[in-house]
């Protein structure tokens, strides 16, 4: 994805009081992709209600986002690498800024998906860059107090992406209903774009890099492939093609790696560095990413649907509901990098799984025993649970992964780890037609549908259980202990932690 190990352009970012300027505006960057994110998922019966989105469409709406942004991000980084990565960053936010407009200025669902996709695509510019220009504008003894500013920045997304959304949604300014989510985008966008040409310092890879457009082609091709037929075939009744089209993303998929390795082997610029995965802890860390996206895009969907159109809640009472959860995941994160692995280690994620396991079981059991009389605060223990176990994976994974990765592959490996995890993320969104909607029956008369999306909720978190239980098998591959990193040096990690997407 980028190549994190030259830091190229401020030679003096020691002394250079810009730094902080521009550490401001790539964090707001980060932010504003964090919390649209999020904040589409509260809004979602407003959508559907006021745009007449069909469900097939409301999936695309989010999974549109999470396919665009999974094929361009390691494309994303190297652009930045070879072009100037202030330069792809101005592209990248200014491009967002205006797929935001078109998302609020949408006329119709199909406009609204169209631009998703350009929103994503853009994110996928935008998003990769962050590390980079703190990596090339920042000296090393002063990156480790970065990260963690960075790491207050994700929480603080995921804490108030869904509430951002509930307030513009319930307050409804200027009678834009869900449009307000998206065109509050618009002067965060323009000032980054401002500012940014101003205190950003441009850097570039030390060595000519080139894009590797027929892997960009295969990924973007084979990923189509997979989730198109997933997300609509509920809907045409599962036709044939369908089945032959996701076979079919298997053969793009193979070809993809058989081209990447002679691409490889002939110029040194491939999309998927491939001898990452000889490196047993990457190659199971990758796994564990992807499955854990997929978990998590078919988590927070359902839970959306379930609590705005199976329980009536308004977006408000859903998005407070959450609190508890977000509070939860940032405190366990904290407390699993800080306390927990460096003296537990693997063990740490493994209990993480079990734990968000036993959350995802007891929110399952609230569901079934209270039925459509369930409070927000009977929800509180099952979404603390869940928030605790879901934090002492996310934040201590990416090193994990990266632990026994050659630092000289630390860039490209990270751009995989955020690859993988946006990919499980769309692939998960995209099988919510399938434990979700797949149970639920085309002709529901009004008193039908509480019972029933309570009853497709408790299946589908069904799902995510088991697969949380594959997780903890898969964590068994990591190394039991992250190896420790040079004084003042840190690993470079993912641009985006994979909490909260959607």
């Given at each position: 994805m ?13 002394t250079?009081r ?6 401001a505006?790539?964090m ?10 999020t ?9 559907r ?22 094929a361009?991000?390691i494309?994303g ?6 072009h ?8 990248g936010?200014g ?10 200025l ?19 510019l ?8 703190v990596h ?9 107090k970065v990260?963690?500013l960075f790491?207050?920045?994700?929480g ?9 959304g ?7 300014l200027?009678?834009?209903?869900w ?5 509050i985008n ?14 950003i310092?441009?850097?570039k890879a ?7 457009l ?7 091709l ?6 198109y ?7 045409l009744?599962?036709?044939?093609w369908?089945?032959v ?10 070809a ?11 110029d ?7 001898s990452?995965?000889k490196?047993?802890?990457?190659a199971?860390?990758?796994?564990v990413?992807t ?11 359902v839970?959306t ?5 199976g ?27 800080q ?11 493994q209990?993480g ?9 007891l ?7 209270y ?5 927000p605060?009977q ?8 928030g605790?176990?879901?934090?002492l994976?996310?934040?201590p ?13 630390a ?21 919510v ?9 085309d002709?529901?008369r ?14 589908a ?17 990591l ?5 420790q990193?040079?004084?003042?040096e840190?690993?470079?990690?993912g ?8």
């Amino acid at each position: 994805m980028n190549s994190t190990d030259t830091t190229l352009g401020t030679a003096d970012g020691g002394t250079d009081r810009r730094r902080w300027f521009a550490l401001a505006i790539v964090m707001t960057a980060a932010f504003m992709d964090l919390v649209d994110v999020t904040i589409v998922n509260i809004a979602i019966p407003s959508i559907r209600r006021e745009s007449g989105a069909s469900f097939s469409q409301i999936q695309w709406i989010t999974a549109g986002y999470a396919l665009a942004f999974a094929a361009g991000l390691i494309t994303g980084g190297r652009l930045g690498d070879i072009h100037g990565r202030k330069r792809i960053f101005l592209v990248g936010i200014g491009g967002f800024t205006v797929a935001s407009a078109l998302c609020g200025l949408a006329v119709n669902p199909e406009m609204l998906v169209a631009s998703r996709f350009l929103q994503g695509g853009m994110a996928a510019l935008m998003v990769p860059q962050v590390l980079s220009i703190v990596h090339a504008t920042f000296p090393a003894h002063e990156r480790g107090k970065v990260f963690g500013l960075f790491g207050a920045v994700v929480g603080l997304g995921a804490v108030s992406g869904p509430l951002l959304g509930a307030l513009l949604t319930e307050w409804n300014l200027f009678g834009w209903e869900w449009r307000s989510i998206f065109l509050i985008n618009l002067p965060v966008g323009v000032a980054g774009l401002i500012l940014g040409s101003r205190f950003i310092s441009e850097s570039k890879a030390p060595r000519a890099l080139k894009l590797d457009l027929v892997g960009v082609a295969l990924v973007t091709l084979g990923l189509l492939m997979l989730l198109y037929p997933l997300i609509r075939g509920r809907e045409l009744d599962w036709p044939v093609w369908g089945y032959v089209s996701m076979a079919g993303s298997l053969v793009v998929l193979a070809a993809l790696v058989a081209y990447e390795r002679r691409k490889a082997a002939r110029d040194g610029s491939p999309l998927v560095e491939l001898s990452l995965f000889k490196v047993k802890s990457f190659a199971a860390g990758i796994a564990v990413q992807t499955v854990f996206g997929v978990a998590l895009g078919v988590f927070f969907l359902v839970w959306t649907l379930y609590m705005q159109f199976g329980l009536g809640w308004s977006p408000l009472k859903a998005g407070l509901t959450g609190v508890p959860f977000s509070i939860a995941v940032s405190v366990a994160a904290g407390m699993s990098v800080q306390k927990l692995v460096p003296r537990f280690g693997r063990k740490v994620l493994q209990a993480g799984a079990l734990v968000m396991a036993a959350g995802v079981l007891l929110y399952i059991w609230e569901a079934g025993h209270y039925g459509l009389a369930i409070a927000p605060w009977q929800m509180a223990l099952p979404l603390v649970v869940m928030g605790v176990g879901m934090g002492l994976i996310v934040a201590p994974l990416t090193d994990a992964i990266l632990s026994e990765v050659p630092r000289e592959h630390a860039g490209s490996a990270s751009g995989l780890i955020n690859t993988v995890q946006q990919m499980g993320n769309a692939l998960g969104l995209g099988l919510v037609s399938v434990v979700f909607f797949g149970t639920i029956s085309d002709h529901l008369r009004p008193e039908q549908i509480g019972p029933a999306f309570v009853d497709a909720f408790q299946n589908a978190l069904g799902w995510v259980a088991a697969v949380m239980g594959a997780i903890f098998l898969l964590m068994f591959a990591l190394p039991k202990r992250p190896a420790q990193h040079v004084e003042g040096e840190q690993v470079p990690v993912g641009e985006k932690e994979p909490a909260l997407v959607s």
